[in-house]
Nanobody, 114 residues
């Protein structure tokens, strides 16, 4: 499985951004896709996930109500819409796909700053 992430950038507090991730390769074996993030000096943490079949979502408490994860199985993509961004959302965001192992895309920087 290969993952190609796009989006990210610099945004002011309260602003919005959209991340997208395209999967290729053995996509039939993917059970869950999602986004993780890692801020400087911190461990990588889960942001949101979505299951491939039922579309069941899971969010970190810190992003509930602000972020929305969605998928397009026809295009093999997963997106993360981020609203009401806060400075503490600043991190490198990683796309993730789970089969019987984890696959990671390249990170994309999200910076929330005035």
């Amino acid at each position: 499985v290969q993952l190609q992430a796009s989006g990210g950038g610099l945004v002011q507090p309260g602003g919005s951004l959209r991340l997208s991730c395209a999967a290729s390769g053995s996509i039939f074996s993917i059970n869950i896709m999602g986004w993780y993030r890692q801020a400087p000096g911190k461990q990588r943490e889960l942001v949101a996930t979505i299951t491939s079949r039922a579309g069941t979502t899971n969010y970190a408490d810190s992003v509930k109500g602000r972020f929305t994860i969605s998928r397009d199985n026809a295009k093999n993509t997963v997106a993360l819409r981020m609203n009401s961004l806060k400075p503490e959302d600043t991190a490198v965001y990683y796309c993730n796909a789970q089969t019987n192992r984890h696959y990671w895309g390249q990170g994309t920087q999200v910076t929330v700053s005035s």
